[in-house]
């Protein structure tokens, strides 16, 4: 699933392509939109929450945000008029066309058409956007504090209500670069701002350099780059939402009574 960072990327590219252009033609292939026509829409640019991306749309009488959201397999791309697309056709969830470029949304998880003035609606709920200009480690820690003492760690940290932006991925390389395990209890912790605050780093890192780096993430087996000893795996977190945990037996223990 795509993290804060790759959507960070995802919205640069759609400026690029769309900041500042009038749209000649919309296609919005979900149901409770599929009438809708922004034709003749200004777009202002593409702003992130966390992994929501808020694509601002000016007509003449109303504005409107397009909110997307890339879930597990949803990528946006981008071609010339009349080039052959790059992922099947049936896929397309938005086609967003301007004289220059075609803007192709694929398997997005959410597509979304509000008025302007209910734009945050969709991302009050979120907690400090790791990569936002408001990033806030302490508010991030107080709101993991609030979550059962008991849960994973690693499973706090994908909790989009106490910190916005962090996936498996960057979840597993913050504790293993703190040497926290991920399957210990959020409240046994030692010090949580340090792995919030590593997250954040590694992320905003990751936005300006590709390709993309990992430890420990999809690396089973393979040997820590500190201790030598090979990387761990596992599924892990709360019944049907079970997703993989990487981690090194050695650098990061065990929590105590596991
Ligand atoms: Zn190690």
Redesign the pocket.
Known sequence: MPEGDAVVRTARRLDRVLQGRTLTATDFRVPRFAVADLSGGLVTGTHTRGKHLLTRIELPDRQWTLHTHLKMEGSWRDFAPGQRWSKPWHTARVVLTTAERVAVGFSLGVVELLPRDREESVTDHLGPDVLGDDWDAAEAVRRLSDLPADLDVRDALLEQRCLAGVGTMWAAEAL?ATRVHPRTPVGEVADLEAVVTKAQELMAKAVRRRPTTTYVYGRRGQ???????P?RTAKTGPLGKERPAYW?????AEPRDS
């Open positions: 293993f040997p820590c780059p500190r201790c030598r000893t990387i090194c037996p050695v650098c990061q």
